[in-house]
């Protein structure tokens, strides 16, 4: 079965950029989708189809997808983007990624 | 507003089985796919079933195939997963998501991503 690798964490400082990776077999050819999960709360998309925004998200947050690698990018990090990151692919069934939980220092 | 709502969630004994309902209300109930995804206590997400917009196509994880059946009533704009033999790593909170572009071509299915999520029903199994 598909499995898709994400770091346990990623720590940022404030206003920094955090990159968040996602890999997998040659995932460059799949779809990759991020959700955004803070504590207590339901995942929210914030990326789709590698590197699409939808309403409401932040320009802060960017994607991309190649090779066996994709990348979630957060910009000007704020004290709010803490919280818990997961890539998300299609390959007959769905499967998504480790999770990575994000700190703001 | 674009709202999913899920309820059904509880305490059940091992081997027992359990109906969760997803409400849906904002949109088209019945132009969308819909999945079922859960994720145990501290642990990560994990997808569980698909079923498309008619309900003739259904897909589900190795984990839960054979003893989880997902369902959907259009004319109640409702979405079902019901749950049968539950086991103790069942345990977990279960989200319904709507996908925001599934389809199917060449005789494959390809889902989107998952753009509207419930607040998730809490499922606990234990004797």
């Known amino acids: 079965s598909y499995e898709l690798t994400q770091p346990l964490s990623v720590s940022v400082a404030l206003g920094q950029t955090a990159r968040i990776t996602c890999g997998g077999n040659?995932?460059?050819?799949?779809?990759v989708h991020w959700y955004q999960q803070k504590p207590g709360q339901a995942p929210v998309l914030v990326i789709y189809?590698?590197?699409n925004r939808p309403s409401g998200i932040p320009e802060r947050f960017s994607g991309s997808n190649s090779g066996n690698t994709a990348t979630l990018t957060i910009s000007r990090a704020q004290a709010g983007d803490e919280a818990d990151y997961y890539c998300?692919?299609?390959?007959?069934?769905?499967?998504f990624g480790t999770g990575t939980k994000v700190t703001v220092l | 507003e674009v709202q999913l709502v899920e309820s059904g969630g509880g305490l059940v004994q091992p081997g027992g089985s359990l109906r969760l309902s997803c409400a849906a209300s904002?949109?088209?109930?019945?132009?969308?796919?819909m999945h079922w995804v859960r994720q145990a206590p501290g642990k990560g997400l994990v997808w569980v079933s698909r079923?498309?917009?008619?309900?003739?196509?259904?897909s589900y994880a190795d984990s839960v195939k054979g003893r989880f059946t997902i369902s959907r009533d259009n004319a109640k704009n409702t979405l079902y997963l019901q749950m049968n033999s539950l086991r103790a790593e069942d345990t977990a909170v279960y989200y319904c998501?709507?996908?925001?572009?599934?389809?199917?071509?060449?005789?494959?299915?390809?889902?989107?991503?998952?753009?509207?999520w419930g607040q998730g029903t809490m499922v606990t199994v234990s004797s």
């Open positions: 904002g949109f088209t109930f019945s132009s969308y796919w």
């Open positions: 998501a709507r996908d925001a572009g599934g389809y199917c071509s060449g005789g494959s299915c390809h889902s989107g991503a998952f753009d509207i």
């Open positions: 189809r590698d590197s």
């Open positions: 040659n995932i460059g050819s799949k779809n």
């Open positions: 998300q692919v299609w390959d007959r069934t769905g499967v």
């Open positions: 079923i498309n917009s008619d309900g003739s196509s259904t």
